[in-house]
């Protein structure tokens, strides 16, 4: 049965990404309004009521911006660390008591065809992750918020078939740019976000035969460009001998629309 992958928007005005196989659909994160959710799974032929579950990452806003008129309107399940249902707190209005659901690092959970691993991540929340997603022979993973490139993270993404890595920021841009520094701290730090740089240098370290397609993601719109991110990581990865286009294909997941679609046969 195909599975499909589709990054919706990402960036930091908003994340979501989509994942389906066969009558199951999952989002990670939703963090634009319901409305433009609504919007983008509409591209792809489906339906709010059609969503079986969103994962959450973490508590900031541009990943959860949607999540409470979604639970509210159409009664989707959320699945999020303790910690990071204590940090959403009530940021988003009420969450019907029936959508709130939990899920740790680690362990799976089963959510119709596909079963959904989170797994630890550094960044400057309660209790952070990223999730891998498998269904048949597949695994998709999203890693985005990244502070710095843990063994952990390494492993979680490791053997995927298709990824979402965080490509944030070009360092010379953010240290010449307007941020005040504690926020430049803050992004450069082990809990902040994940440069092109060290997005290259991962990529290098887990490239396996089996990854056949990258989303660059979760890029700054002012310490970054998409260009520079896609050519930094390609030239990192062609120095190791990866092959960009051939052993692998290198795309940048967009920050307002729809990205290209992934389907995968099992």
């Known amino acids: 049965m195909d599975v499909r992958f589709c990054p919706l928007v990402s960036g930091s005005s908003g994340n979501s990404t989509y994942i389906g196989s066969g009558n199951t659909h999952i989002l990670i994160d939703a963090g634009v309004s319901c409305k433009q959710i609504v919007e983008h799974i509409g591209e792809l032929g489906v339906a709010p009521g059609d969503i079986d579950a969103v994962f ?19 009664r989707i399940p959320l699945y999020a660390t303790p910690g990071t249902w204590q940090g959403i707190g009530k940021t988003v209005g009420d969450i ?22 989170p797994f630890s991540i550094p960044h400057d929340a309660a209790e952070p992750v990223g999730y891998s997603v498998f269904t048949d022979n597949r695994k998709l993973t999203v890693a985005t918020d990244i502070g710095c490139p843990t063994e952990e993270i390494k492993e979680n993404i490791y053997d995927s078939d298709v990824l ?30 994940l440069s092109n740089v060290c997005a ?18 979760h890029l700054s719109s002012e310490n970054n460009e998409p260009h520079l991110a896609f050519d930094t990581v390609r030239g990192i990865l062609e120095e190791t001998g990866v092959k960009v286009g051939k052993t692998v294909e290198l795309d940048m997941a967009s920050r307002y629309s729809n990205s290209r679609t992934i389907a995968l046969g099992s």
């Open 56 to 74: 959450i990452t973490h508590e900031h806003i541009d990943h959860i911006k949607g999540i409470g008129v979604l639970a509210r309107k159409y």
């Open 164 to 193: 979402l890595l965080e490509a944030n920021h070009d360092v010379d841009m953010l240290k010449k740019g307007s941020y005040p520094w504690a926020l430049k701290k803050r992004i450069l730090g082990e809990r902040g976000h």
């Open 96 to 117: 019907p008591e029936e959508s709130v659901r939990y899920v740790y690092p680690g362990s799976m959970t089963l959510v119709g065809g596909l079963c959904v691993k």
């Open 200 to 217: 290259g240098q991962t990529l290098g370290e887990i490239m396996s035969g089996r990854l056949k397609y990258v989303f660059l993601g």
